[in-house]
Every structure is written in C-alpha cells, then in structure tokens.
C-alpha cells in the first residue's frame, strides 16, 4: 500500500494552514487573535512541523494566550521535551555531544573556535580520567 509513498510530493504548507490555524483559534476565543507573521515565524523555527505546531496552538487555546514565543519557550523547556533529549544525548560519545553543543551555540562544525572548546573539553576529560584513574588505585 505503502510502497510508492517516498515517491509523492507532500504540498507545501504555507499562510493557507496558518490562516486555518488562526481562524480557528479566534472562532473558539472571541475577540482574541493570532498574529499570523508571528505564527508563521515559530513555524519555521520549527522547522514546518505541522503537528507540532498544532499541538502549539492548542495548547495556546487551553490557556487563551495569544502569545506564541512565549508558549514555545514554555514548550521547549518542558521537563519531557528535556528529559527527551537528554536521553538522546546521552547515548552519544563525549567527543560527538561537545561538536553538537558548539554547533548549537552557532559555531561552525570545524571553525576554530569548535576546534579550540573541543581541545579544552579533551584536557577536561583527560584530567577526569586520571583522577578517576588515581581513585580506583
């Protein structure tokens, strides 16, 4: 059934899904709108997760908030998104979650200043394993 699915094109969901979105929210909020430039931002923040931002505006209209930044923020530090991706994380090698956390502060994967935080983590990590070394001993 499934076999040809990799091969369709997805449409593009552009301003016609968030004015549903908007729409919406201010039919069940009266007198209450959604900014749809500001909407339309956090979805490409999110990377035009449809599902995500859907689960974003319904939890916008549990709590009758118009504010969108705000209700990301809330959502990305949520104790399961967190605990989510520390789980992720963990399973990574020490070498492979500092390249990532520098690429996460906008430093490019290979730049110099990646190179020079990674070279101080290793000293970090090296003088960790002496002690450790040392304690079993």
């Given amino acids: 059934m499934y076999q040809f699915a990799q091969l369709l094109d997805f449409p593009v969901l552009d301003d016609e899904y968030l004015r549903l979105l908007t729409n919406h929210f201010a039919r069940v909020h009266r007198g209450k709108h959604l900014d ?68 996460v502060q906008g430093k490019a994967p290979l730049g110099q200043d990646t190179l020079r935080a990674l070279r101080n983590q290793e000293a970090i990590a090296s003088l960790s394993n002496i002690v450790k070394l040392r304690e079993k001993k």
């Fill in 36 to 103: 749809i430039a500001d909407l339309g931002r956090v979805f490409e923040k999110i990377r035009y997760e449809p599902a995500l931002l859907k689960d974003l505006v319904k939890s916008m209209s549990a709590e009758g908030v118009t504010d969108v930044d705000f209700v990301l923020q809330r959502i990305m530090k949520d104790d399961r998104q967190v605990a989510g991706w520390r789980g992720l994380l963990a399973g990574l090698q020490l070498l492979d979650r500092e390249v990532l956390l520098q690429v």
